[in-house]
Structure formats: C-alpha cells, structure tokens
C-alpha cells in the first residue's frame, strides 16, 4: 500500500456533511468493493473522506496531536490491510472508526503501562539517592565519633579498617607488639559502638520529644 498523508484538520470543531448519508454509504460500497480489488485510488478517496473524523475521534480520546495523527494513520493502514475480512455487515465508516477506537485504546494501555514503568524507575532512583544519602550520612558519624576516640585506639582503626593494613604493617608502624595492636583494636570498636549507640539513644529521644 501506498503512503497516502494525512491532510491535518485546520479545526477539529468543524461542521462536516452527513458522512452517513446514503449517498455517501453507497459510494463508500464502490469504493471498498475497488480497494479489494486492489484499487489504492479507490481507496486514498476513502482516506480522504474519513480522515477527519477518524482524527477527530482518535484526537478526543488520547488528546495529543502528534499522536493521535499516527493513530489515524495506522488506522487507515490497518483498514488497508483488513479489507479482505469485511463483510458488509456494518457501514465501511462503522467499521473503520471501530478500528480507530480499538487503535487508540491500544495507545493508551501503552501509556499507562510506560507511565507505570516511569514512575517505578522513578521511584528506584529516589530509593537510591535515600539509600546513598543515609549511607554517607552515617560514613559521617562513624568519622565524627572516631574522631572523639583517644588517639591510640583512633589510630589502629583509622590503619585497620580505613587503611586496610596488617597487623604486622600496624605493628611495623606504631612499634607495638601484634597482641597489643589486637587489643588496642578490641577496645577501639567497642567504645566506637558505645558512643554511637549513645548517639542513636539521644537522636531517638529528641526525636519523640
């Protein structure tokens, strides 16, 4: 099938004759019977003659103006292409504007489900941006409550977890014997965990008053 383009309407509340009208219905039966046929003229004039209200129609129910140019289009496509399986049984324009409408419906299932899929990815990228903020916010505690630790157990928890060094290269650095990095450890976390649950214990109390 050719490409027949669309003439845009220049007002979609223009008044337009009866395109039910019996004359009309009994020309659109020659023209569908020519475009069977394989009659693409035949059917580029019932393009023309339905065009604007299959746009109309399409335009009412998605309400925007590009798409609903496509809708029509492939309305008209699909009309082409399901000639062969028309029967008669109801006016060409019945059946056309079926089409048109069962397109559009088809549009807007397709928006609701990439709005749907939008707001959820939406959703995923606030959830993170949450997630990384609490994290650095408590990255910061930690620093600030390590910061408050005497320098001796400060320093082996600033070289073990932050450093990621050995107990030997600890040990090398700071002349200790390894059993006294390993206890200067011991109690570093411990008091670490101390005043941060503290801290936690007076945020909360804050919090409910």
């Known amino acids: 099938m050719n490409d027949y383009p669309l003439q845009s309407p220049q007002s979609l509340s223009l008044s337009l004759p009866d395109a039910t009208s019996t004359c009309t219905a009994q020309n659109d039966v020659e023209?569908?019977?020519?475009?069977?046929?394989g009659d693409q003229d035949a059917f580029a004039q019932l393009v023309q003659r339905h065009q604007r209200r299959v746009f109309n129609l399409v335009f009412r129910m998605v309400q925007k103006y590009e798409e609903a140019?496509?809708?029509?289009?492939?309305?008209?496509l699909a009309a082409w292409q399901g000639l062969p399986s028309f029967r008669g049984d109801a006016r060409f324009s019945t059946w056309?504007?079926?089409?048109?409408?069962?397109?559009?419906?088809?549009?807007?299932e397709q928006s609701k489900r990439d709005k749907a899929l939008q707001a959820a990815i939406q959703s995923r990228i606030e959830l993170?941006?949450?997630?990384?903020?609490?994290?650095h916010d408590c990255q910061t505690l930690v620093r600030e409550q390590l910061s408050t630790l005497p320098a001796k157990y400060r320093v082996v928890l600033i070289l073990r977890h932050l450093q990621e060094m050995t107990y030997e290269e600890i040990a090398e650095i700071l002349t200790m014997p390894i059993g006294t990095i390993k206890t200067h450890l011991f109690r570093?976390?411990?008091?670490?965990?101390?005043?941060?649950?503290?801290?936690?214990?007076e945020l909360n109390t804050r919090t409910r008053g």
């Open 69 to 76: 140019d496509e809708i029509t289009q492939e309305t008209f």
């Open 188 to 201: 570093a976390r411990n008091l670490l965990k101390e005043r941060l649950e503290a801290f936690e214990r």
């Open 96 to 108: 056309l504007y079926r089409i048109a409408y069962n397109c559009s419906l088809k549009q807007l």
């Open 128 to 135: 993170d941006k949450q997630v990384q903020a609490e994290a």
């Open 31 to 37: 023209l569908v019977a020519a475009s069977v046929a």
